[in-house]
């Protein structure tokens, strides 16, 4: 099981660049705009955005494949849920009595597209920004709630870290089940009950090394004399830089021209249309 969200990429791209706070407002705005989009042409011109700005990261598109296999599963029940759950005024064809509908086919393309789109627009935070990149570029956007004595950079570390130990324990997961497999596990036979209930062994053994790695982490912190974000210093300061009012401006048109399509267009332009 290998999943690459949280991993760091090294590279020299207009993203790698960019200063985190950048990233993090251009990761929200893109998850905004992308659950925002109805219609078909919305989707296509999010699509091209998004892919086009993944393609300027210089990031292989094999780690995005990656993550997208530990969630294949929970992809395709939902789609076919909405395959056969969602009703329409259009009926496609017919399985039994069972009338499948233009609008659900419509609906399953519609949520695989979406959640695809999300995790490469959070995907790209993370490939190009490094952990404490990131946990600095979080605690300046939050500095404001430090007024109303909300803990900032702890809060900010504590997500920074979650981010981080998700490729950590999905080795450490990969690694359980090689090892379990290796003494007569059977993860692969049998119904999906049979299968969800053969990985209850791999828990005992991840939550063990979860807890493990929390310790470790926390007898180095305190060895280097970790205290929080009070009087800490930073070796690199956060700046803006010409690579940010780039991205701004390429965002900014993105955003008009989706706000424009849901001013103007149409809810629902149906790619089945001419089918009706």
Same mark, same amino acid.
């Given at each position: 099981?290998?999943? #690459?969200?949280?991993? &760091?990429?090294?590279?020299?791209?207009?993203?790698?660049?960019?200063?985190?706070?950048?990233?993090?407002?251009?990761?929200?705005?893109?998850?905004?705009?992308?659950?925002?989009?109805?219609?078909?042409?919305?989707?296509?011109?999010?699509?091209?955005?998004?892919?086009?700005?993944? /393609?300027?990261? !210089?990031?292989?598109?094999?780690?995005?494949?990656?993550?997208?296999?530990?969630?294949?599963?929970?992809?395709?029940?939902?789609?076919?849920?909405?395959?056969? @759950?969602?009703?329409?005024?259009?009926?496609?064809?017919?399985?039994?009595?069972? *009338?499948? $509908? $233009?609008?659900?086919?419509?609906?399953?393309?519609?949520?695989? +597209?979406?959640?695809?789109?999300?995790?490469?627009?959070?995907? @790209?935070?993370?490939?190009?920004?490094? *952990?404490?990149?990131?946990?600095?570029?979080?605690?300046?956007?939050? !500095?404001?709630?430090?007024?109303?004595?909300?803990?900032?950079?702890?809060?900010?570390?504590?997500?920074?870290?979650?981010?981080?130990?998700?490729?950590? &324990?999905?080795?450490?997961?990969?690694?359980?089940?090689?090892?379990?497999?290796? !003494?007569?596990? =059977?993860?692969?036979?049998?119904?999906? &009950?049979?299968?969800?209930? #053969?990985?209850? *062994?791999?828990? /005992?053994?991840?939550?063990?090394?979860? &807890?493990?790695?929390?310790?470790? %982490?926390?007898?180095?912190?305190?060895?280097?004399?970790?205290?929080?974000?009070?009087?800490?210093? !930073?070796?690199?300061? +956060?700046?803006? #830089?010409?690579? =940010?009012?780039?991205?701004? %401006?390429?965002?900014?048109?993105?955003?008009?021209?989706?706000?424009?399509?849901?001013?103007?267009?149409?809810?629902?332009?149906? @790619?089945?249309? $001419?089918?009706?």
């Amino acid at each position: 099981m290998k999943i #690459s969200l949280g991993r &760091f990429v090294p590279g020299n791209s207009l993203f790698h660049r960019s200063d985190p706070r950048t990233k993090i407002i251009w990761t929200i705005l893109m998850m905004v705009f992308v659950l925002l989009c109805k219609n078909w042409i919305e989707y296509a011109v999010a699509a091209v955005f998004v892919i086009g700005c993944f /393609i300027a990261s !210089r990031v292989s598109f094999k780690f995005v494949f990656q993550s997208l296999k530990a969630i294949l599963v929970i992809l395709f029940v939902t789609a076919l849920f909405n395959f056969f @759950l969602y009703k329409g005024e259009n009926v496609a064809f017919m399985i039994g009595t069972k *009338p499948i $509908y $233009y609008e659900a086919i419509s609906m399953s393309i519609k949520t695989i +597209l979406r959640v695809t789109l999300l995790i490469i627009s959070a995907s @790209l935070l993370t490939y190009t920004s490094t *952990p404490v990149a990131i946990t600095d570029g979080i605690e300046s956007l939050l !500095r404001p709630l430090s007024v109303i004595k909300v803990p900032v950079h702890e809060l900010a570390m504590m997500m920074s870290i979650a981010l981080r130990f998700i490729p950590t &324990f999905a080795d450490e997961t990969d690694k359980i089940i090689k090892a379990q497999a290796a !003494r007569g596990g =059977d993860f692969d036979s049998g119904n999906v &009950f049979k299968k969800v209930k #053969s990985y209850i *062994p791999v828990l /005992i053994p991840l939550f063990i090394a979860a &807890f493990k790695s929390a310790e470790d %982490l926390s007898t180095a912190m305190e060895s280097r004399c970790y205290r929080g974000g009070k009087n800490r210093t !930073r070796y690199k300061i +956060l700046k803006f #830089s010409s690579a =940010d009012l780039i991205l701004t %401006l390429i965002t900014l048109a993105f955003a008009s021209s989706i706000i424009l399509m849901l001013v103007f267009l149409p809810n629902e332009l149906s @790619l089945f249309s $001419y089918l009706y």
